[in-house]
């Protein structure tokens, strides 16, 4: 359903961020995109919706290229990725419901969005987001007064109630305790799973792809250096992507973790 | 957790919640408003045939900025320009020190409370006198010319920076302030090593905008005849001399801009 | 921080000989400039007048006191003119600063060779130039009046209020924009709902502000014709009517501490 063909991005300083990337991603799959600080991933993922303008290349979705769209269909193309940033992102003195059903921006006119009057339709389907997350009952709350997991959960809503085929999730545990960080991620899982959904996820935390995720990608200045299942990141190739370090407690963790899982 | 069911909230409408909840109280609020700016705009006496006639006079205006006249009046721009400057220095100068003792006895935590309310109360009237009425008042009793702008703008100085350098002050961190007065020191040695070193960034800034505002309305004060260019601004506009009075806006323009930039370079080095 | 030495000896000292001498250079620099312009100001004053001072402050103070109270029945159209001048002319200084505020911010204008230039030109001369400068130009231009009040505080808030209002822009989170931009949403709705929000309270708390400061200001505007309770401090002054001059004072006075009271109440409530 994604292609990235060659996708290559340079900034003015001359850094190469993304070196000629290649990458399938089909309908429904989850996949995780792991890699050290400036690996690229933050950049990969706005190459998508164009947040960054790439340098060269395709990103093709269901045959469309995303990279030679003129504004009015990239607006269009952008409603059919939903995108999940790493510090909420959510406008913080509006309201709950007012930040769910920004996800219909690229639906509805603007004196409509202006005026907050949605179709009955938008506004049932948010309520419906909102109670899938259980957070139902602090739709008229203002987004400031909620904590890191629940405005998570909102931003997830927003990006859900868009009607995505795609999802780009940008370190969305970043900001989050162990234990809500594993929350969310259970919860995007999920949701794709039950709507069908491709995601791409940017992680730092390996653990924590290798325990919600069929498909992992390593990213190393720029490059795809890993391309398979979880279970596939030894010591070895966790050192390609992130450099020299003792990973056999990372990966015991893993285990360990599991176990505590599994007890809950 | 919450009794919201969801099946009661579908098919609703929903509306934002609004900014004030008593729809009483908002809808007052509201209609107060609009009967307000209805009544000011019904009271509003123009009189559009002037206002019509008026347009190709400030056409005009608006042509004398492309070619300003500097010459025909240089002489009276030139010495009042110079006043006005002559009037900024010298009450900066004497603001500025006058309001660093004034400020340091409006701060509640350096000054013992009689000193701190003689010194708040002079930082209120200062405030709350507009520099041209104390302007007019010290024009009528010192006589006209630029010993009445000087002590209008160093009487504003004082209320202006003392304000700021006591909430200053009183915001600092106490921590080194009382590190350096356990070390023995006396109260000079204390305001001079605990305090002076947190403010004086913000009091360099602080006196170098207040030199900006200073400039700015010495350019009015000639208007009741304290002095400084303001004189000569009336006197063009009066003649309607419109060529000559782009000019000194142009030269006010100029100054104010160059000290602005100044002040950036210095605010950004101290700081 | 240099270490002499002398005599076998070290010396600490705060700076080296060269720093210090630059140092007491500059200092001497000011005095000399401060010197030059008190002297300035001394030549250009009758020195007669201000040994004569202390009688003639204390002859007005018996003069107008006690203020004459029943003509504050003829003060009420003025004090209503003074307050429309303030508000229209803050609305109306809202409803242009805010387009000058986008086209000037580094992260909303649309061209920043061009067109934020403009802005900021806009943002500098409505600001370096006070009030009563710009009412003394309207009144030339339509005619003296109240309308030529609003207009002029009008114009003089347009930079004030755009200027902060653009720093404020400036400031906002960019991520919250991205998102909105990410649902696909168009410029004005990423205007409406990524940046407006945002922007809001400093909004808000910039008009409170500015009607504060504009309430003093309009209270003088009268002085050169531009209407309001000045006009009648102007004439009070020119029949040397002092019993009327300090109640118009008083009248000024309440109405400035009540305008701060209502502007630091609501910042308080938006905040």
């Known amino acids: 359903m994604l292609q990235l063909r060659k996708l290559t991005k340079t900034y003015k300083t001359g850094d190469q961020a993304l070196k000629a990337i290649d990458l399938d991603v089909p309908k429904g799959q989850v996949l995780a995109l792991i890699g050290p600080s400036g690996a690229g991933k933050s950049t990969m993922i706005r190459c998508i919706n164009r947040l960054v303008e790439p340098t060269s290349g395709e990103a093709l979705l269901d045959g469309v290229d995303l990279a030679k769209l003129g504004a009015s269909a990239l607006r269009k193309a952008r409603r059919e990725m939903g995108m999940i940033f790493q510090e909420y992102a959510l406008v913080e003195r509006l309201t709950v419901m007012e930040n769910v059903l920004s996800g219909r921006l690229g639906y509805v006119g603007f004196w409509r969005s202006f005026l907050r009057r949605y179709p009955q339709s938008d506004v049932d389907e948010a309520f419906r987001l909102l109670d899938r997350v259980g957070l139902l009952h602090m739709a008229d709350k203002r987004a400031d007064e909620l904590s890191g997991g629940q405005r998570q959960r909102v931003g997830i809503c927003r990006a859900l109630i868009q009607n995505p085929k795609l999802l780009l999730v940008d370190e969305p545990t970043a900001s989050l305790d162990p234990k809500t960080s594993r929350q969310i991620m259970r919860l995007i899982t999920e949701l794709c799973r039950e709507r069908d959904l491709a995601a791409i996820i940017n992680i730092h935390d390996v653990a924590l792809a290798q325990m919600f995720v069929p498909r992992v990608v390593g990213l190393r200045f720029g490059e795809i250096v890993y391309d398979g299942l979880p279970t596939g990141l030894t010591p070895d190739k966790l050192t390609e992507i992130y450099g020299e370090e003792d990973w056999e407690a990372t990966i015991e963790k893993v285990d360990g973790e599991d176990e505590i899982e599994a007890a809950e | 957790m919450s009794a919201v069911a969801l099946e009661d909230m579908v098919g609703r409408r929903w509306r934002k919640p609004a900014f004030v909840k008593n729809p009483v109280l908002r809808w007052t609020l509201i209609l107060g408003f609009i009967a307000y700016l209805i009544a000011a705009f019904m009271t509003i006496e123009v009189d559009w045939g002037r206002v019509y006639d008026g347009l190709d006079r400030g056409w005009a205006f608006v042509l004398a900025f492309t070619s300003p006249d500097f010459t025909s009046r240089w002489s009276d721009i030139w010495s009042g320009l110079l006043e006005s400057i002559v009037m900024t220095v010298a009450a900066s100068v004497v603001g500025i020190l006058i309001s660093i003792p004034i400020g340091l006895g409006a701060a509640r935590n350096v000054a013992p409370l009689p000193v701190y309310v003689i010194c708040r109360g002079i930082v209120a009237i200062s405030r709350a006198l507009q520099e041209i009425i104390v302007a007019i008042l010290l024009v009528a009793i010192f006589g006209f010319g630029p010993l009445a702008g000087f002590l209008t703008l160093s009487f504003a100085t004082i209320g202006f920076l003392s304000k700021l350098l006591a909430e200053d002050i009183e915001a600092m961190d106490k921590v080194q302030a009382e590190a350096i007065r356990a070390s023995g020191a006396r109260w000079t040695q204390w305001i001079n090593y605990g305090v002076q070193p947190q403010v004086m960034p913000r009091l360099v800034g602080l006196s170098i905008y207040r030199i900006d505002i200073n400039f700015r309305e010495s350019a009015i004060l000639g208007l009741v005849g304290a002095g400084g260019i303001g004189a000569t601004l009336n006197t063009a506009f009066d003649r309607y001399e419109y060529d000559t009075a782009a000019a000194i806006l142009l030269l006010i323009i100029g100054i104010v801009m160059a000290l602005e930039y100044l002040s950036g370079i210095i605010r950004a080095r101290v700081q | ?271």
């Open chain 3, 1 to 271: 921080m240099p270490v002499l030495k002398r005599d076998d000896t070290q010396i600490w000292r705060r700076r080296t000989t060269r720093e210090s001498l630059t140092h007491w250079f500059g200092w001497l620099l000011g005095v000399a400039v401060f010197a030059y312009c008190w002297q300035i100001i001394s030549a250009s004053t009758t020195w007669f007048f201000v040994w004569d001072a202390p009688r003639i402050a204390n002859d007005i103070w018996t003069r107008a006191t006690p203020p004459r109270w029943e003509y504050i029945t003829q003060l009420g159209r003025p004090i209503w003119d003074t307050l429309n001048i303030a508000t229209l002319g803050t609305i109306i200084a809202l409803f242009l600063a805010v387009p000058v505020a986008f086209l000037a911010a580094r992260n909303t204008t649309p061209s920043p060779l061009f067109i934020r230039p403009i802005a900021l030109l806009i943002i500098v001369s409505t600001r370096s130039i006070n009030s009563l400068i710009w009412a003394l130009l309207l009144i030339a231009i339509i005619g003296p009046g109240v309308f030529a009040g609003v207009i002029a505080i009008a114009i003089r808030s347009i930079g004030f209020c755009a200027k902060l209002l653009y720093e404020a822009i400036e400031e906002i989170d960019h991520s919250q924009v991205e998102a909105i931009t990410a649902t696909g949403g168009s410029r004005w709705q990423v205007m409406a709902y990524g940046i407006v929000p945002q922007i809001l309270p400093a909004f808000a708390g910039i008009a409170v502000f500015r009607w504060d400061i504009n309430i003093r200001e309009s209270t003088v505007l009268g002085l050169v014709g531009a209407g309001g309770i000045g006009l009648q401090l102007s004439a009070s002054l020119n029949v040397l009517a002092w019993p009327q001059v300090s109640l118009i004072l008083i009248v000024i006075l309440v109405a400035v501490v009540i305008s701060e009271w209502v502007s630091a109440k609501v910042r308080g409530a938006i905040i």
